[in-house]
């Protein structure tokens, strides 16, 4: 095939198959020297639990601590330890002590006969204990206890795959952004794709390349009516347009996880593909290459920078200040996320002199909310572009969001205003967010609609006109800004102070205005965490 075909070498998929097929389930370890209660505990795990994890028995803590080395030096995962506590040599509390050496991360529940608390409190202190459980247990209470300690294997090995996943795509659109020929692009495409979601063959084809020419289309359609936990099908877009797809196969099962990665990098594909034609049309042209040879290396430099830099995904989705600074001169934005990546992004879009601006909070915060900004913002960028009302812009919005998220809870808080320079008016709308306008010392605020993009009721949201004039200074924030807890008392920070301190300094240059409020939502904060991403943008209408 002239297109780009990826596989994993044979040698390696077969490592990869044994690994998915062959690999066993998680353990959960059981430890006493009572034998009858050994296994009274084993057969009570496994009809509960024998559908996702295997158990195993040993009749003494050196035994147990064989077997935990055995399990390390075999790679194999230990989801919880469940240990007596009177034993023949190693007590449960020094054994699970000692587990820590080959299980830092597994939680472990101690049994005991006794009310031996100076051995629960060794346990807690050296062998970060989840639960201690007295003998004779129930078995509810004991069920119970294990299903809460699974699930914090469950949460730990979800949160370690994002991490990792995060990691990969970090490295994988790096290497992507660098590239500006469109097929090292798609190579590269393909080989970050199997490196990342551990796809066993990739095939990435562009519809503007002749290379691609003769893409085998009966092997798509075969694709398409396969199992969908072994291929996933990945269109590649450029704004609205299908630039490509990317086809992806594994024997085991493709999961929304590995979707939106894919998704990812598919977005980053086209971002560089859109660079690559850039500097294709440019090259073309020896000429104007002669003539403006200096800027046109200071411009590939400013491009690769720029693509270098913007290996954090959140950087991808946001918008250049040239067109804000142009229009609104007197403005800010003032973009605090809690963690490295943020639920909060920022928009806007020029249009025939009309700017449509909004700010956007997504579900969650860190790695789940970037996640969820990028579909978001791939949602209100289309909308953007064909809605000219904010209302149906929202309207549009969240059609195109809810087909993304696909029945999951996830939702989007945004402000969208539509500034008309020539007749010095603004059309708002919002979900769950408001506009404010100070006028000579008075704030008025424009509410928006009491629905959230994603919820599943039948409001409509509503759409409010206001006219403007010049010095007005115009906010739009997300709740982190008001959400944020401190103070002598560790309260929210509340919209009423925000309210208070805007009429205060609404005067002011609009960057003195921001550092104001980054500092007065710093001494609020104090030693406390930040609560939620922070994202305001502010500016004074022009006269």
């Known amino acids: 095939m002239n297109n780009y075909d990826v596989s994993v070498p044979k040698s390696e998929k077969k490592r990869n198959d044994n690994k998915l097929f062959v690999q066993r389930k998680p353990v959960i370890l059981c430890v006493d020297d009572e034998k009858a209660l050994l296994e009274t505990l084993e057969r009570l795990i496994v009809r509960r639990f024998g559908r996702e994890f295997d158990v195993e028995t040993a009749d003494s803590g050196d035994e147990g601590l064989e ?8 790679g194999r995962p230990v989801a919880l330890i469940v240990s007596d506590q009177l034993m023949p040599g190693l007590n449960g509390d020094e054994f699970l002590a000692r587990s820590m050496k080959y299980a830092p991360d597994t939680p472990k529940i101690l049994l005991t006969g006794q009310a031996d608390m100076e051995a629960v409190v060794y346990a807690i202190n050296y062998a970060r204990l989840f639960r201690y459980i007295p003998k004779p247990w129930d078995d509810e209470d004991l069920i119970r206890s294990l299903r809460e300690a699974t699930q914090i294997y469950r949460q730990k090995i979800t949160l370690d795959r994002y991490a990792r996943l995060f990691h990969s795509i970090n490295l994988a659109t790096q290497r992507i952004s660098t ?4 097929c090292s692009i798609c190579r590269m495409l393909a080989e970050s794709a199997v490196q990342t979601c551990a796809a066993t063959r990739v095939e990435v084809m562009r519809n503007d390349c002749k290379t691609c020419e003769y893409f085998d289309r009966e092997y798509i359609r075969q694709l398409s009516g396969a199992s969908a936990t072994n291929v996933l099908d990945v269109p590649i877009y450029h704004g609205e347009q299908c630039i490509g797809r990317m086809i992806m196969e594994n024997g085991h099962r493709f999961d929304q996880v590995d979707l939106e990665a894919a998704e990812i990098l598919a977005s980053q594909a086209a971002i560089s593909h859109t660079t690559a034609r850039l500097y294709e049309e440019l090259t073309a042209t020896a000429r104007q290459l002669d003539e403006h040879r200096q800027a046109l290396e200071k411009y590939n430099r400013d491009v690769k920078d720029s693509i270098v830099y ?19 001169p007197e403005n800010f934005v003032l973009y605090q996320p809690k963690d490295i990546v943020s639920g909060d992004f920022y928009f806007w879009r020029e249009s025939e002199g009309i700017l449509t601006l909004a700010v956007c909070d997504c579900t969650g915060h860190g790695v789940p909310g970037a996640f969820v900004s990028l579909i978001a913002s791939e949602c209100l960028h289309s909308s953007a572009k064909t809605c000219d009302d904010p209302a149906a812009v929202l309207e549009s919005m969240e059609a195109k969001f809810k087909r993304r998220i696909k029945g999951r809870l996830d939702t989007v808080d945004i402000a969208v205003v539509r500034l008309d320079f020539k007749n010095q008016t603004a059309r708002f709308a919002g979900a769950r967010r408001p506009l404010w306008i100070v006028r000579n010392g008075e704030l008025l605020s424009v509410s928006g609609t009491r629905k959230s993009l994603g919820e599943n009721t039948n409001v409509s949201y509503t759409g409010h006109e206001i006219q403007l004039l010049p010095g007005d200074v115009v906010y739009l924030f997300t709740d982190g800004v008001v959400d944020q807890f401190g103070g002598e008392n560790n309260r929210k920070f509340k919209p009423q102070r925000l309210n208070k301190t805007l009429r205060r300094i609404y005067a002011l240059p609009l960057a003195e205005q921001a550092e ?3 500092n007065e ?5 104090g ?3 930040y609560t939620d991403d922070i994202l305001m943008v502010g500016f004074r209408f022009p006269g």
């Not at 077997?67 to 075999?74: I, P, S």
């Not at 590239?179 to 469109?182: E, F, R, S, V």
């Not at 913007?310 to 609104?328: S, V, W």
């Not at 939502?521 to 904060?525: K, N």
């Open 527 to 529: 030693d406390n965490e």
């Open 521 to 525: 939502i710093e001494s609020w904060r």
């Open 179 to 182: 590239l500006l020929d469109k």
């Open 516 to 518: 104001i409020l980054r």
């Open 310 to 328: 913007a290996h954090r995904i959140q950087q991808a989705i946001l918008p250049e200040r040239e067109t804000f600074d142009r229009l609104l």
């Open 67 to 74: 077997v935990l080395e055995e399990f390390a030096a075999e």
